[in-house]
């Protein structure tokens, strides 16, 4: 039996060993003194660009995860301080191994070694992997179920929905320009129809990163969704992040930099532009969902009848018949545009996103493109068009 001074000696040893032959995997340090800021230490191991094998610490403080990069000899150096100094239990996971070690109130050390059986191979990814703008840790992705609680890590079948989030948060990224970001009265956002509010939590997060004084409202109709981020929100005491039961049309909107729509249903999309557009709001981020509205009230002309009598195709080119008029509406108010992929296909059909950026000059070319395009199609009735001009 080792003495519990051992036990101390035995875990530093197997940490360093695991860190040399590089069967580290991850150290998750838990249960920290009164006086330590962070809840919980996460150190994992990953390869950088020069495929070197570098550590990951992530400092968690419960609303925030600051994360530093660090040579798997000062991983060793900062982990065994956090331990002596901040944490009291640390788990750590080397080749098919865990050892769970801890610190008791009376100063001994207790270790418990477990082989771990059917161990996936070692999770050594590469860095662009791991340098996500919504980490797997942030403490949001638990509470609406797509981390498992505990560990941090992204639940297998939420993967997708993971990297949606981290994408959308990659182009506001390139949309909202660093002097807003960082700015220290921070960004108003408004997320219209946010569902189940993944994307209001992800802007969240990242927008309070960059300026804590930045705010995101979501607006949905669906009174059960709205207590959902409520509760979530709350259970983070994050009283950034605020929900309004509502339609987008009956919405009250002043003094927002950035209104986002995603897949906001049929003439949603177009109701959250028409908003964004008659608010003056400098910066438009929206993914069209299903497009009923101009499929209904098109006449294409004879010569497109082999081709619109396939259903599909008929859908498709109302789809990008809506789109386009869209983008045109949004140029002829004084935005400059960009129509692109959001996500790949195989994800969801509903991946175009346009984004937005006003420049106060109102293109006359377009709102005659718009014009001659209805003229086109007979399209008697274009909703967004009679939000914005009667
Ligand atoms: C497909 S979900 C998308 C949710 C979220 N934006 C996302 O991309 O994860 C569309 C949501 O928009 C809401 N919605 C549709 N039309 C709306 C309207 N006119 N006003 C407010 N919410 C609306 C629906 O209730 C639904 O929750």
Same mark, same amino acid.
């Given at each position: 039996?080792?003495?519990?001074?051992?036990?101390?000696?035995?875990?530093?040893?197997?940490?360093?060993?695991?860190?040399?032959?590089?069967?580290?995997?991850?150290?998750?340090?838990?249960?920290?003194?009164?006086?330590?800021?962070?809840?919980?230490?996460?150190?994992?191991?990953?390869?950088?660009?020069?495929?070197?094998?570098?550590?990951?610490?992530? +400092?968690?403080?419960?609303?925030?995860?600051?994360?530093?990069?660090? &040579?798997?000899?000062?991983?060793?150096? &900062?982990?065994?301080?956090? /331990?002596?100094?901040?944490?009291?239990?640390?788990?750590?996971?080397?080749?098919?191994?865990?050892?769970?070690?801890?610190?008791?109130?009376?100063?001994?050390? @207790?270790?418990?070694?477990?082989?771990?059986?059917?161990?996936?191979?070692?999770?050594?990814?590469?860095?662009?992997?791991?340098?996500?703008?919504?980490?797997?840790?942030?403490?949001?992705?638990?509470?609406?179920?797509?981390?498992?609680? =505990?560990? =941090?890590?992204?639940?297998?079948?939420? +993967?997708?929905?993971?990297?949606?989030?981290?994408?959308?948060?990659?182009?506001?990224?390139?949309?909202?320009?660093?002097?807003?970001?960082?700015?220290?009265?921070?960004?108003? &956002?408004?997320?219209?129809?946010? =569902?189940?509010?993944? !994307?209001?939590?992800? /802007?969240?997060? +990242? !927008?309070?990163?960059?300026?804590?004084?930045? %705010?995101?409202?979501?607006?949905?109709?669906?009174?059960?969704?709205?207590? /959902?981020? @409520?509760?979530?929100?709350?259970?983070?005491?994050?009283?950034?992040?605020?929900?309004?039961? $509502?339609?987008? &049309?009956?919405?009250?909107?002043?003094?927002?930099?950035?209104?986002?729509?995603?897949?906001?249903?049929?003439?949603?999309?177009?109701?959250?532009?028409?908003?964004?557009?008659?608010?003056?709001?400098?910066?438009?981020?929206?993914?069209?969902?299903?497009?009923? +509205?101009?499929?209904?009230?098109?006449?294409?002309?004879?010569? !497109?009848?082999?081709?619109?009598?396939? $259903?599909?195709?008929?859908?498709?080119?109302?789809?990008?018949?809506?789109?386009? /008029?869209?983008?045109?509406?949004?140029?002829?108010? =004084?935005?400059?545009?960009?129509?692109?992929?959001?996500? %790949?296909?195989?994800?969801?059909?509903?991946n175009v996103m346009i984004t937005a950026t006003k420049t106060g000059r109102r293109n006359q070319a377009s709102r005659e493109a718009l014009c001659a395009l209805k003229e086109k199609f007979s399209l008697r009735d274009f909703y967004l068009?009679?939000?914005?001009?009667?």
């Open positions: 039996m080792n003495s519990q001074h051992d036990n101390r000696l035995i875990f530093f040893e197997i940490l360093a060993t695991s860190l040399v032959d590089n069967s580290f995997r991850r150290v998750t340090l838990s249960k920290p003194l009164p006086s330590t800021p962070w809840k919980r230490v996460v150190a994992s191991v990953y390869r950088n660009s020069q495929h070197e094998i570098q550590i990951a610490l992530e +400092y968690d403080d419960g609303r925030q995860v600051r994360r530093e990069n660090l &040579a798997p000899d000062d991983a060793r150096e &900062a982990i065994q301080r956090l /331990l002596d100094e901040s944490f009291t239990t640390a788990n750590l996971r080397w080749a098919d191994e865990n050892a769970q070690f801890e610190r008791t109130s009376r100063g001994s050390y @207790r270790l418990k070694r477990q082989i771990v059986d059917h161990a996936p191979p070692p999770v050594i990814q590469h860095n662009r992997e791991k340098n996500y703008l919504i980490p797997p840790s942030a403490p949001f992705l638990v509470g609406l179920g797509i981390a498992s609680a =505990g560990r =941090g890590e992204i639940k297998r079948e939420r +993967y997708d929905k993971f990297r949606q989030i981290n994408k959308f948060v990659e182009i506001i990224s390139h949309l909202l320009p660093e002097s807003l970001t960082t700015s220290s009265r921070g960004v108003r &956002a408004i997320d219209f129809g946010s =569902g189940k509010h993944y !994307l209001t939590f992800a /802007l969240g997060e +990242y !927008l309070r990163h960059l300026s804590p004084a930045s %705010s995101v409202i979501g607006i949905e109709q669906r009174e059960e969704l709205v207590t /959902l981020g @409520r509760d979530v929100a709350s259970s983070l005491r994050w009283s950034h992040l605020t929900f309004q039961a $509502g339609t987008i &049309a009956d919405s009250d909107i002043n003094s927002v930099d950035l209104v986002i729509a995603l897949h906001a249903c049929d003439t949603a999309t177009d109701d959250a532009i028409a908003k964004a557009i008659m608010a003056e709001v400098p910066y438009i981020c929206v993914a069209p969902c299903c497009h009923k +509205y101009v499929r209904k009230h098109f006449a294409p002309s004879a010569d !497109l009848k082999p081709i619109l009598r396939h $259903g599909i195709l008929e859908e498709r080119f109302a789809e990008s018949l809506t789109d386009s /008029l869209r983008v045109l509406a949004l140029e002829a108010s =004084g935005y400059q545009t960009k129509l692109f992929e959001f996500v %790949s296909l195989e994800h969801t059909a509903k068009d009679r939000c914005l001009w009667g």
